[in-house]
């Protein structure tokens, strides 16, 4: 990946920086804290999720970064570049009971990028082992959320949320602890280990008056930061060894496709350009997951070798 960054990005950095934070309660800590209940939170919630109140409203969520080994006993290494997007719309819903609800439906990429020529690597050869492999690219199609959000919860209780607030910016922090049975690991892994053991982390900034002002259903455009810690990537092909990946990115989100930067653009028209559209309103699929989308990657390539 070249070593172009999203100067919008730096710019909000240090507009946050040299803007004189107000004035807070005794409790708050760097700033105060926004905190709604009931049908604004309901809203707040959707237009965190969709950018807008409004159904069937494309946006783009983009994000470019590095991706690290940590292997003990060796210096970690910058091994690729990283480039994704994320396309995805909304759908309304309504419950008697729960009141007013949204569904998100969405699908993404994320391509492996040489860090010095910062094209796209098909093929790797593995520092550790010497043995050169394919590369499996992020493909994940769906990724929707599983239920509706209601204005109401299934506890009953009424919809709320709280953001962090640093004069006009509002910042969304969220913590992803993932551990789950992993797909690749067969079917004994609560004796034996195996399970799939990650962390996202998501700190999205946005305009305070997009969610203040009633008036508004749509937001303007976010700025995204991303991190990941995860195992090292089953198509690497490390078999037991130990070790993690980390991911640092940085982006933003729009509805404006023109927005979409000329090489992420060029990578979905001649690879991925189903991916520049969202799923179906109401897209009822499971979603796909870097290790469930890797599993059908080599149950492909099995299958090939035995026809041979």
Not at 82 to 91: A, D, H, L, P, S
Not at 192 to 220: C, L, P, W
Request: glycine share 8%.
């Amino acid at each position: 990946m070249s070593n172009h960054t999203f100067s919008r990005l730096a710019l909000t950095a240090a507009l946050m920086l040299a803007t004189p934070l107000t004035a807070w309660g005794a409790d708050d800590f760097l700033g105060p804290s926004a905190k709604r209940e009931g049908a604004e939170a309901f809203t707040w919630n959707m237009k965190l999720t969709c950018g807008t109140t409004e159904p069937g409203v494309t946006r783009y969520g983009m994000w470019e970064g590095r991706m690290y080994s940590r292997i003990a006993g060796e210096k970690d290494r910058h091994i690729f570049d990283v480039i994704g997007i994320n396309t995805r719309q909304c759908e309304r819903h309504k419950d008697p009971v729960r009141g007013d609800g949204y569904r998100s439906v969405s699908r993404e990429i994320m391509v492996y990028l040489d860090p010095a020529s910062g094209e796209i690597i098909d093929r790797w050869k593995n520092p550790w082992t010497g043995q050169t492999v394919d590369v499996v690219h992020v493909a994940n199609d769906p990724v929707n959320m599983r239920q509706p959000s209601f204005a109401i919860g299934a506890d009953g209780k009424p919809a709320s949320i709280e953001l962090r607030q640093y004069d006009d910016l509002l910042v969304e922090v969220r913590e992803v602890p993932l551990f789950y049975t992993n797909p690749l690991a067969g079917d004994y892994q609560e004796y034996v280990g195996g399970q799939y053991h990650a962390m996202e982390i998501f700190n999205t900034f946005y305009r305070a008056a997009d969610f203040t002002d009633a008036k508004k259903n749509r937001i303007s455009e976010s700025r995204i930061s991303w991190q990941r810690i995860s195992k090292l990537l089953p198509w690497m092909l490390m078999g037991d060894r130990q070790g993690i990946m980390i991911f640092n990115a940085t982006g933003y989100s729009t509805f404006d496709r023109k927005r979409i930067p000329p090489k992420l653009m060029q990578i979905l028209q001649t690879r991925y350009p189903q991916y520049l559209e969202a799923p179906p309103l109401g897209d009822p699929r499971p979603n796909a997951t870097t290790w469930t989308v890797t599993k059908q990657w080599i149950d492909a390539q099995r299958a090939k070798q035995e026809k041979k």
